[in-house]
């Protein structure tokens, strides 16, 4: 087209004002500027030039609508923009006439729009109406002319042009070479927000833009305006650094990277020469901090964002807000998380925390030691989220720190374990670790665990005794991850130190998860023990057979400079690792890792070689001293361990090393007693060592017995025969005894059913001698009248498969264990009676309840005996959990023992739980009436109830005095400890229907003593807080906690209102209309119980203060009497704590020097008072307290010790009538009365 038809176009476009609300005018407008612009022919550009300087205005106005216009997704309006651009840019343009601050805004405008992302209807949508408005005439023409639609642009309609994108960006940084903004400062500051917004706004067209140069584009732009020509570099960069704190807060994006970059390396680069920029960039992190989410994830972005900005700072900027964090941790619970994220990371990038150290104790000047105890302070925090990260944060330092050695021997002073590698571990966070272990919250207690794993490498394994035992408590947490992490603590804590104390504790806590319900922790505790200890013990065994036992020149025969030889020659504290493994209290474990870890083929041959080898170096090194053989003793738990691998380990055991010692302890055993040499020596000889040395050689022979010899095996087994039918073997060896010979028989034998006939005929040759035993002293006692001894128990464990003979045991047992007087005859008698129970579970079921009531006995022995041998039956299935016998064991809870006590919390809280989790919500009503004896229930009134109950007598709790409603109270408690949320949902309606509304139906007599006290209980259980659900609606600390530990917060957040739903319709519809129509009963009785009712209805519904009026629209008058009482306990809890409060302040004016207990009783007042309502009426109470003191005192000394006179014989005035004159009542009006009960009360501060 002719250009002065196009100049004449744009003249006339423009004159025209716009065109109107056609966008189609604008469209003419951008295309004929930019063909226009693009001529060679400075004379028309110059005429142009010219007849737009009196037309200035009006363009301007025109190309701000074109480049506000929102069609086609903003493609008109960049386009404008574009063509704006390249105006302004053009040779010999007016720069200054064209260049308008509005006009600008609008351009930032056009390109957010333009990348901000739109919906797909919006698009289709604004594409059909520019159809249309296209279609009404010219649109093939204007078509044509639209600009921006060239080939290869894009590909659908509306779609971004990345092209176009990139020639905005690149023409608006070029304008800003020579435009300059420090005149138009709001421009500036929506440029730099444009331009930060960029990167965000991006995103969705990452798949279209070529990010990198985009971010390089609004690099350049930025670093632009960080020039005087744009105004105040300060300033600019504040904006700057502002506007891109999004960014910077933002997850791990280009766009962060972007942000981190222009500001640690362009805006650092500037500040370094400009004092006051540097102060803008020193404050950004600060800011930052304030901005930080609260959320962890989000949260931990912002922490690394800081930290890149503080590592890219000098020196004395760095110091300076490391002194900022540490005040940050005395400040809101926001900063204090911030600050305890924060420090680990500065003490780990900053490089050298102990750099700057005092000659003199080596750490007061270190900034480092000043984060470390805002640290140590911060484990203690009030937030558990806090305490927790604080805890995890210190593991992290102290992890990091241990790896230098002048750091370490810091950290250690530091923490206050100044004992160098021998130090006991007590520093001055082992009081901190004992409290975090056993802290409420579950990730407090998994990060104090981290923490003393950390501390261990620090401190060689040596800790306090008690941080011990409370890791080894922490094994038995009800969190699966707790429980790990104390294996893991105390699993490292062995590993690095085998001090007898960390020995011990380790075998008593970690091998007992291995019958743990969570199949990791079973897999992590066989493999600790497969490397702790086979490992060990085979490390040790390998030292051994590498060198013979070496004697020192000086050595000598006593005991005690022998035992410590032993010691020398075993490394690692083999031989206390020994010892323990054949505790009671550990075997049972041992065994269960053993079985499972040989099923899994990891036990290797090298464990039961290294066992031989101890054996063996054991003896001869006692036989080098020459000591008499008769009295050595292998090392305790060798022998066991043996006996325990062996079973998949046939092979790896040699015969003559059994056989010998076999021969050495069946030769001992005849002549223990007779031979006194060794007691010159001071060496005694354990007979039960003997014992059981004697059956783990058994144990092991029988498990080896297919690989012995065939001849050796024979005379063996003779052997053993020999000694089973003499019936005097020690107790513990006979089963040794006969599982050995059966497995003797089967090598004896060539073929198997030889062997079936050779276990046949000895069998029956001892069960034919044992009987005659047996039936020989029945007959004896029967002819005698004599009682029953332990010979009887004895008689009964040898006759296990005689039938007839067991029946008349059993009987005779029972008989005397009803009326025997004698308790280690009745304690014998229970034992003959589980053991029965083992092997005839269906002839001693009848038997039960008389062996139960042994639980009652009056001997604790007896009792403490009854109840282990009755729970382990329970626990194995001999015994099931009905009847009378869930009841009974109730009583052991409350027992005057209190190991009986423990026994019973154990058995009630960990092996029930699992075993039987419904037990104590199908039983707790029945619960309820048997421990009150109550039979006042007709629903309970038949005949066999009665029966059963009267002789349940002994095993009730009855009496209505406090002693025994704790104890009630106390099992109560227990039973609801063990239920799951929906089955307390369950109990409390039970409770109603069962108990409440029987009282109001007159089912239940509550005028019986048993029925009051029924009742009674039912209000206590109904009130405590076991039974009640959380309904507190979350509060925002929770949740962060929750989020911060992994969990679903809004699945617990849908939980918490279900529940809160559930429980307020559970007291609308069922609980308050039984506790109304109760409430009306018992008043028309006068019955004391209508104030438990009252006080049990006030703790139901304390959570419900705003909907009371809704729950009780039945009964008005409850409604008044229950408001009233909140009102008065509040006021009696008040004025409680305010007599509190003048007896100590009384006592602290009096006694000056108890200035510490008086601080920490006002401490403890301070954090009793959460309400800020409750709060307020505390300190009205003790104003008015502290000044009736005050006036009591100057009455006192007025009176000179006088009492004030009464009313009466006081000269008043009279008062004449409210009723002008009438007679007098002596009564007031009852209006007087009414407006007196009206009168609000005022709890002002003012007024007192």
């Known amino acids: 087209m002719d250009e002065e038809l196009l100049l004449a176009r744009i003249i006339a476009g423009i004159e025209g004002g716009g065109g109107g609300d056609d966008e189609s005018h604008y469209h003419e407008l951008v295309a004929d500027l930019k063909s226009l612009l693009e001529t060679d022919d400075d004379e028309i550009l110059d005429r142009f030039y010219v007849s737009l300087s009196s037309t200035a205005s009006p363009f301007l106005r025109c190309f701000s609508a074109a480049m506000d216009s929102p069609v086609e997704s903003g493609r008109l309006a960049i386009s404008a923009s574009e063509a704006y651009l390249s105006l302004l840019l053009s040779t010999n343009c007016p720069v200054f006439t064209f260049f308008s601050p509005v006009a600008f805004l609008s351009l930032l405008g056009s390109i957010r729009r333009y990348l901000k992302p739109r919906h797909r209807e919006d698009s289709g949508a604004a594409s059909q109406g520019n159809k249309k408005k296209r279609g009404r005439g010219g649109g093939s023409r204007k078509n044509a002319r639209n600009p921006g639609r060239e080939d290869g642009d894009e590909t659908e309609e509306g779609g971004l042009d990345a092209k176009l994108v990139f020639r905005v960006l690149e023409r608006l940084g070029s304008v800003l070479g020579f435009v300059h903004l420090d005149r138009f400062p709001d421009s500036l500051k929506s440029l730099v927000q444009t331009v930060s917004e960029i990167p965000l706004l991006a995103l969705e067209h990452s798949g279209v833009l070529n990010y990198d140069r985009l971010m390089e584009m609004c690099g350049r732009i930025l670093g632009g305006v960080l020039s005087s020509d744009h105004g105040d570099v300060p300033l600019t960069a504040a904006e700057i650094s502002k506007s891109l704190t999004p960014l910077l807060l933002m997850g791990k994006h280009q766009a962060r990277s972007f942000a981190l970059r222009f500001v640690s390396r362009k805006i650092m680069g500037l500040a370094k020469d400009n004092s006051e920029l540097k102060k803008v960039v020193c404050n950004l992190p600060k800011f930052l901090v304030h901005k930080a989410p609260e959320k962890a994830e989000p949260r931990g972005f912002a922490v690394e964002a800081i930290l890149e900005i503080v590592k890219a700072m000098e020196v004395e900027d760095q110091s300076e807000f490391v002194d900022f964090v540490m005040k940050m941790g005395q400040g809101k619970s926001n900063l204090r998380i ?173 091998p007992r998860m291995v019958m ?303 009326k025997s007087d004698c308790a280690a005859l009745r304690n014998n008698l229970v034992v003959a009676m589980t053991d029965f129970c083992v092997h005839y579970t269906a002839m ?74 419904l037990l104590a919500y199908n039983s707790f009503v029945e619960a309820i009436y048997v421990l009150n004896d109550c039979h006042a229930h007709n629903g309970h009134n038949n005949s066999d109830a009665k029966q059963s109950r009267t002789k349940d007598q002994a095993f009730s709790i009855r009496g209505n005095d406090e002693r025994a409603r704790s104890k009630r109270m106390q099992i109560y408690v227990t039973l609801l400890k063990q239920m799951a949320p929906e089955h307390l949902l369950a109990t409390f309606a039970k409770l109603c229907a069962e108990v409440l509304a029987a009282a109001s139906d007159g089912m239940l007599n509550i005028e019986d003593v048993t029925g009051q006290s029924v009742l009674q209980d039912a209000f206590q259980i109904l009130a405590c807080k076991e039974i009640r659900l959380s309904v507190s609606r979350g509060s925002s600390s929770e949740t962060v906690e929750m989020e911060e530990e992994g969990g679903d917060s809004n699945a617990a957040a849908a939980k918490g209102r279900a529940i809160t739903q559930a429980v307020r319709k559970g007291l609308i519809q069922n609980t308050i209309p039984i506790f109304i129509e109760l409430k009306r009963l018992l008043e028309s009785k006068n019955s004391p119980l209508t104030g438990s009712l009252m006080d049990c209805l006030r703790v139901l519904l304390k959570d419900y203060k705003n909907e009371i009026e809704e729950m009780l629209v039945a009964d008005k008058q409850l409604q008044k009497e229950l408001v009233y009482d909140m009102q008065k306990h509040e006021a009696a809890k008040a004025r409680s704590m305010a007599n509190q409060g003048v007896g100590c302040a009384t006592s602290h004016r009096s006694r000056e020097p108890e200035q510490p207990a008086t601080a920490a009783a006002a401490a403890g007042r301070e954090e009793n008072v959460r309400d800020s309502g409750l709060e307020s009426r505390v300190v009205s109470a003790a104003a008015d307290a502290m000044a009736a003191k005050a006036a009591r005192s100057v009455l006192r000394e007025v009176n000179g010790g006088a009492a004030t006179p009464p009313l009466s014989a006081m000269s008043v005035p009279k008062l004449r009538s409210s009723l002008g004159g009438g007679k007098q009542s002596g009564r007031p009006s009852a209006d007087v009365i009414e407006s007196l009960r009206r009168r609000p009360t005022f709890m002002s501060d003012d007024d007192n």
């Not at 015994?879 to 409350?894: D, E, M, N, Q, T």
Request: hydrophobic residues 40%.
């Open 338 to 510: 911030l600050a305890v994220d924060l420090i680990p990371l500065l003490m780990s990038s900053l490089g050298n925390p102990f750099g700057s150290i005092s000659s003199e104790d080596g750490v007061e000047d270190s900034w480092g030691l000043g984060c470390l105890n805002a640290l140590v302070q911060r484990c203690s925090d009030s937030s558990a989220l806090i305490r927790a990260r604080a805890l995890s944060n210190l593991a992290q330092v102290v992890g990091f720190l241990s790896g230098d050695k002048r750091s370490r021997s810091i950290l250690k002073q530091a923490l206050g374990f100044t004992g160098g590698e021998t130090s006991e571990g007590k520093g001055r966070i082992t009081d901190l670790l004992k409290k975090r272990c056993v802290d409420e919250k579950a990730a407090t207690r998994r990060a104090a665990l981290l923490l003393v794993t950390k501390l261990t490498s620090l401190l060689g394994g040596c800790f306090d005794v008690s941080i011990l035992k409370t890791m080894g408590t922490s094994c038995s947490d009800p969190l699966i991850s707790i429980r790990k992490a104390a294996i893991s603590a105390l699993s490292e804590a062995f590993r690095i130190c085998t001090d007898e104390v960390v020995t011990t504790e380790w075998l008593h806590s970690v």
């Open 516 to 818: 743990d319900n969570e199949t990791s922790i079973q897999e992590e505790c066989e493999n600790v023990f497969h490397e702790l200890v086979l490992e060990r013990i085979s490390r040790a065994g390998n030292s051994l057979s590498q060198g013979s036992a070496s004697l020192p020149d000086n050595w000598s025969s006593s005991s005690k400079d022998l035992d410590r030889d032993i010691e020398a020659l075993f490394p690692e504290g083999v031989l206390v690792l020994l010892r323990e493994l054949c505790n009671s209290e550990v075997s049972p474990w041992v065994k269960k890792i053993c079985v499972s870890l040989g099923k899994k083929k990891q036990l290797k041959p090298r464990v039961a070689l290294a066992l031989q080898s101890i054996i063996k170096e054991s003896e001869s090194l006692w036989l080098n001293r020459s000591m008499p053989i008769n009295k050595w003793t292998a090392p305790a738990g060798a022998w066991f361990l043996l006996s325990e691998v062996s079973v998949f380990l046939p092979k790896s055991v040699e015969w003559e090393f059994l056989h010998h010692h076999w021969q050495l302890l069946d030769k001992n055993d005849l002549q223990e007693g007779t031979d006194g040499q060794g007691d010159e020596e001071g060496v005694e000889c354990n007979s039960s060592t003997w014992a059981g040395d004697r059956v783990f050689l058994l144990q092991t022979i029988s498990n080896v017995s297919l690989q012995l010899p065939p001849e050796p095996a024979a005379d063996l087994a003779d052997n053993l025969l020999k000694k089973i039918e003499k019936f005097n073997l020690h107790s513990a060896e006979v089963d040794a005894h006969v599982k050995a010979l059966k497995t003797l028989c089967v090598k004896k034998a060539r073929i198997p059913e030889e062997s079936d006939v050779l276990v046949k005929k000895w069998v029956e040759q001892v069960l034919s001698k044992a009987s005659k035993v047996t039936e020989k002293y029945i007959e004896g006692i029967s002819s005698n009248n004599l009682s029953f001894a332990t010979p009887a128990m004895l008689g009964s464990r040898r006759s296990k498969k005689l039938d007839s003979v067991s029946k008349k045991l059993s009987k005779a047992i029972t008989a005397e264990l009803e």
């Open 844 to 917: 001693i079921e009848c038997y039960i309840p008389k062996i139960t009531k042994r639980l009652r006995d009056p001997c604790e022995v007896v009792r403490r005996q009854t109840f282990i041998l009755l729970s382990r039956l329970l626990q194995r299935d001999y015994v099931k959990w009905r009847g009378v016998l869930f009841l009974r064991f109730l009583l052991s809870l409350v027992d005057e023992s209190e190991k009986i006590r423990r026994l019973a919390d154990f058995l009630f809280g960990n092996i029930l739980k699992v075993k039987a989790p």
